[in-house]
């Protein structure tokens, strides 16, 4: 990726899942030119093996929906970032990735995206019980490999109610951002963790 300088902290924070002491908190804060700076965060837990990805975004700070237009190769490398709070969904092939208490944050393209819904297709098929589900499931997997291998036109949609998740367009004529009204956000699910006692 081609982020810019960081800089990079470590210390301690209460574990908010077993409450021990011993959990490592590893901080980055990357520079994106001419976009924002994100704060990237790790935590590990020695004791209960608890881990968590997130992201804030440092300076945008509202309710938000992201829409990019994907039509090309390029357009396909297009980066998400998606905070633990943020949902994506792509209506072309009717998928949705909500927040829920272990989601991670993540940065992927949208080739990538796609990938990683066909890898948990690939994962469904596995534990498939009838002829029916298989087929079903290999159509589904056909359609993904269509997109991935034509780039058909697709729009990847991002909603954060924490305006923590964006779009890193490759080009900005095809992305849409919206503010989302206090109703819209109230919907959204969220996989909301908050850190007290923070400490270094
Ligand atoms: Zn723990």
Redesign the pocket.
Known sequence: MTFGDFELEHGTVQ?P??E?EN?KITQKIMDIPHFSQIWLFNLT?S??R?KHNDFLILDIKDPTRLIYHAENKEDYTTKIVRAANGTISIPQIGAMIEPGPSADGFINNIEGIIRDIQDKAIFLKKNAETEEEIEKINEYIELLNSYIDRNLPIDIVIEDPFGNSTIIPFDPAKLETFKLSPEEAGKLKTGYIIFENVKK
Do not use: A, L, Q
């Open positions: 574990c899942v077993c021990s959990t837990c004791d209960c608890y």
